[in-house]
Nanobody, 121 residues
Framework: QVQLVESGGGLVQPGGSLRLSCTASGSIDTINNMGWYRQAPGKERELVATISKSFSTNYADSVKGRFTISRDNAKNMVYLQMNSLKPEDTAVYYC???????????????WGKGTLVTVSS
């Protein structure tokens, strides 16, 4: 079994900051890409940022310059530092990882259950 658990969501005022964390645990051989997606009320899930095992990053245009994704390969963790938050950043944020399980043959996508970020005054 593989589990992803997010933490760090909450209520923040516009212009504020939050840091999300996600830990992957279980029977893991290799973690390839990791990332964050979000889903706002009434909207489809969208990419926020991804980071490869070699630390190459990719961001949605809407968060470039404000959000920073990072990872700790030794701890199987991925982070999302969110600065200059806007009301339109309000969403449930989901952690994502592309993982090869121990004794597995192909890597699979795994998702966390999500953490709510609310940006409001």
């Amino acid at each position: 079994q593989v589990q992803l658990v997010e933490s760090g969501g909450g209520l923040v005022q516009p212009g504020g900051s939050l840091r999300l964390s996600c830990t992957a645990s279980g029977s893991i051989d290799t973690i390839n890409n990791m990332g964050w997606y979000r889903q706002a009320p009434g909207k489809e899930r969208e990419l926020v940022a991804t980071i490869s095992k070699s630390f190459s990053t990719n961001y949605a245009d809407s968060v470039k310059g404000r959000f920073t994704i990072s990872r700790d390969n030794a701890k199987n963790m991925v982070y999302l530092q969110m600065n200059s938050l806007k009301p339109e950043d309000t969403a449930v944020y989901y952690c994502y990882s592309h993982i090869l399980r121990r004794y597995g043959f192909v890597p699979l996508d795994y998702w966390g259950k999500g953490t709510l970020v609310t940006v409001s005054s």
